[in-house]
């Protein structure tokens, strides 16, 4: 079965610094991986997915996430953090339609 | 291309009632998923349909839960008989095949319920 670990429950960073969030999956074949950022009391957005080709996504909100099969990780990270990306970070699998979330990151950004 | 929405938002209930929650795809979407997310976690997947059809429902779908989706496009989920443990966030998503294998899930607001 799929299964997704994001060993980071929060993250505290300070704006303007850079930030890495972890995500390692479980899955015998090549995934489909995806991270949403879910802010307090709302949904999910989407912030970027991996299909297939190019090892290295890009997203909106200037996030980019890396595939490393080698690793099982699919790392997502940004350059330089605003205060709006305070928010809940989640990384998913699925090999077919049904998405596999991790527990999720909280970040927070310190002025 | 309005999004998905659901309807309520928020909805608090005694134990024992009945709930129901509707979602409304992005248009032309053909592909409808509830996930239910409890604090803490990340969503967990209840149940899917192509169009009208519902293919498939997990197990943390108990006979009180049921979904429909008459004429393939919005979709209600209800909770018969609500239990303490059936507060959480439920969360629907539409989406429409990419042709890569799967397809990219857009999810709505979610309904919060809480269940005194």
């Known amino acids: 079965a799929q299964s997704v670990t994001q060993p980071d429950i929060h993250i505290t960073v300070s704006e303007g610094a850079s930030l890495e969030l972890r995500c390692n999956y479980s899955y015998g074949a090549t995934p489909y991986l995806f991270w949403y950022v879910q802010s307090p009391g709302q949904g999910l957005q989407l912030l970027l997915k991996?299909?297939?080709?190019?090892?290295l996504v890009q997203g909106i909100k200037g996030f980019e996430a890396e595939f490393k099969r080698s690793q099982s990780s699919f790392n997502l990270r940004k350059p330089s953090v605003h205060w709006s990306d305070a928010a809940e970070y989640f990384c998913a699998v699925t090999n077919d339609y049904k998405l596999s979330f991790g527990a999720g990151t909280t970040v927070t950004v310190r002025a | 291309d309005t999004g998905v929405s659901q309807d309520p938002r928020h909805k608090i209930t005694k134990r024992g009632q009945n709930v129901t929650f509707r979602c409304d795809p992005i248009?032309?979407?053909?592909?409808l998923y509830w996930y239910r997310q409890t604090l803490g976690q990340g969503p967990e997947f209840l149940t899917y349909f192509q169009n009208e059809a519902q293919l498939e429902k997990s197990r943390l779908l108990s006979d009180r839960f049921s979904a429909e989706r008459p004429k393939g496009s919005f979709s209600t989920l209800e909770i018969q008989r609500t239990e303490q443990g059936d507060s959480a966030m439920y969360l629907c998503?539409?989406?429409?095949?990419?042709?890569?294998?799967?397809?990219?899930?857009?999810f709505g607001p979610g309904t919060r319920l809480t269940v005194l």
């Open positions: 991996y299909f297939s080709g190019d090892t």
């Open positions: 998503a539409s989406s429409d095949p990419d042709g890569e294998g799967t397809d990219t899930q857009y």
């Open positions: 248009s032309e979407h053909n592909r």
